[in-house]
């Protein structure tokens, strides 16, 4: 699996757009990209994943450049709640790992 | 449906002594995985499951040990507990293969003394 290369801090003011790079240039074709948040302790919880088109759900959404190298995970309107470390997973598609790098913290500010 | 649930919340061993970390869930899953994550880092995984009666090993799986006697159940056993094993475990399950979410359970924090 393709490694990945996000920013290891990030600050937000609520109410505005959060805007989370992740970097995957060994990328290959059939690996998707996840993203998910770890808020304080607690268990992993999923946010989104794409392959090659932009994805959009209830949480978030999620940009893929046309040569798929790069993503960033879009909080539109973040709030004091979304604080948490963000992870950006390369994963193929059939293969069964989840490898985790250290993520994103993402601290949002009132 | 309750998940993925782990038990128990807190251990506290001393050294040498064994336990089991006990993960089920309740999805029909094919797919079960146990993370540690030590303070500050990353998840890594330690071992995982592809179904009943198959596992496999992870990043860090020395140590440990597995089995899968049941789609819904995938304990995992320390041996012989070292401080290094001082961590949060993590179980995980997803429905397959395919692209589908991982959804974890919500850890259990051990300290070896």
């Known amino acids: 699996d393709a490694k990945t290369t996000q920013p290891t801090s990030m600050d937000c003011a609520e109410g505005r757009a959060a805007n989370l790079p992740c970097n995957h240039s060994t990328i290959s074709g059939n690996e998707y990209v996840y993203w998910y948040r770890q808020i304080h302790s607690q268990g992993p919880q999923y946010i989104i994943h794409?392959?090659?088109n932009n994805e959009t759900n209830e949480m978030a959404s999620l940009i893929i450049t046309e040569d798929r190298k790069s993503s960033t995970l879009i909080l539109p309107h973040a709030t004091l709640r979304d604080t948490a470390v963000y992870y950006c997973?390369?994963?193929?598609?059939?293969?069964?790992?989840?490898?985790f790098g250290t993520g994103t913290r993402l601290k949002v500010l009132a | 449906n309750a998940g993925v649930t782990q038990t128990p919340k807190f251990q506290v061993l001393k050294t040498g002594q064994s336990m089991t970390l006990q993960c089920a869930q309740d999805m029909n899953h094919e797919y079960m995985s146990w993370y540690r994550q030590d303070p500050g880092m990353g998840l890594r995984l330690i071992h995982y499951?592809?179904?009943?009666?198959?596992?496999d090993q992870g990043e860090v799986p020395n140590g440990y040990n597995v089995s899968r006697s049941t789609t819904e159940d995938f304990p995992l056993r320390l041996l012989s507990a070292a401080p290094s094993q001082t961590s949060v475990y993590f179980c995980?399950?997803?429905?397959?293969?395919?692209?589908?979410?991982?959804?974890f359970g919500p850890g259990t924090r051990l300290t070896v003394t």
């Open positions: 794409g392959l090659k």
């Open positions: 995980a399950s997803r429905e397959g293969k395919g692209p589908y979410e991982q959804y």
């Open positions: 997973i390369v994963r193929t598609s059939g293969t069964y790992k989840y490898i």
């Open positions: 499951s592809v179904g009943a009666g198959i596992t």
